[in-house]
T-cell receptor
Framework: NAGVTQTPKFRILKIGQSMTLQCAQD?????MYWYRQDPGMGLKLIYY???????DKGEVPNGYNVSRSTTEDFPLRLELAAPSQTSVYFC????????????????FGPGTRLLVL | GQQVMQIPQYQHVQEGEDFTTYCNSS?????IQWYKQRPGGHPVFLIQ?????EVKKQKRLTFQFGEAKKNSSLHITATQTTDVGTYFC????????????FGTGTQLKVEL
């Protein structure tokens, strides 16, 4: 299994441009997440999905959009890139059978480093 | 909203010294997980604690979950250069779905 994969690894955008960060997992996990990590900081949840066709906002959703048409893929769309979106973006996935009280272990991809100039 | 703070933010130790990072949540947690992120890498799961007062060990690492399930700690005995990285706690909340709130992280540097 490749686990969680992300493309691209690194990208430079100009202000106002748009792009899609790709994320895929081959573990048949139902939950997927997008986080951003600013230098020296923790992880902030942008969006998450509990299954194909279902997405919801996290802590910092403004300026981003997501879709989940399949179990495997969870792309993150940036519209009108701004310097404040310069960050490292991590995609993660987890599996939950539902009904549990505890959050399950998350498996992270290698990240996409984005620079907006 | 829920906040999870970690202290210290940075720690430099000499190889062989011990290291502890503390994690405090503003709300009661259903469980807590610990992750390690090597420089330039991605977070990797270390362990999960679920029960009040739980203590778990992994070789030189000892993890504790507070009695009130609002705090946790990670202690590393006799640090090695391979311990270098940032350690994050992440709390789950009952009724919070499968989401985790990550702590601010503690960056550990180990000098020879």
């Amino acid at each position: 299994n490749a686990g969680v994969t992300q493309t691209p690894k690194f990208r430079i955008l100009k202000i106002g441009q748009s792009m899609t960060l790709q994320c895929a997992q081959d573990m048949n996990h139902n939950y997927m997440y997008w986080y951003r990590q600013d230098p020296g900081m923790g992880l902030k949840l942008i969006y998450y999905s509990v299954g194909a066709g279902i997405t919801d906002k996290g802590e910092v959703p403004n300026g981003y959009n997501v879709s989940r048409s399949t179990t495997e893929d969870f792309p993150l769309r940036l519209e009108l890139a701004a310097p404040s979106q310069t960050s490292v973006y991590f995609c993660a996935s987890s599996y939950s059978m539902g009904g549990g009280r505890e959050a399950e272990t998350q498996y992270f991809g290698p990240g996409t480093r984005l620079l907006v100039l | 909203g829920q906040q999870v703070m970690q202290i210290p933010q940075y720690q430099h130790v000499q190889e062989g010294e011990d290291f502890t990072t503390y994690c405090n949540s503003s709300t009661t947690l259903s469980n807590i997980q610990w992750y390690k992120q090597r420089p330039g890498g991605h977070p990797v799961f270390l362990i999960q604690l679920v029960k009040s007062g739980e203590v778990k060990k992994q070789k030189r690492l000892t993890f504790q979950f507070g009695e009130a399930k609002k705090n946790s700690s990670l202690h590393i005995t006799a640090t090695q250069t391979t311990d270098v990285g940032t350690y994050f706690c992440a709390g789950g909340r009952t009724g919070g779905g499968n989401k985790l709130t990550f702590g601010t992280g503690t960056q550990l540097k180990v000098e020879l």
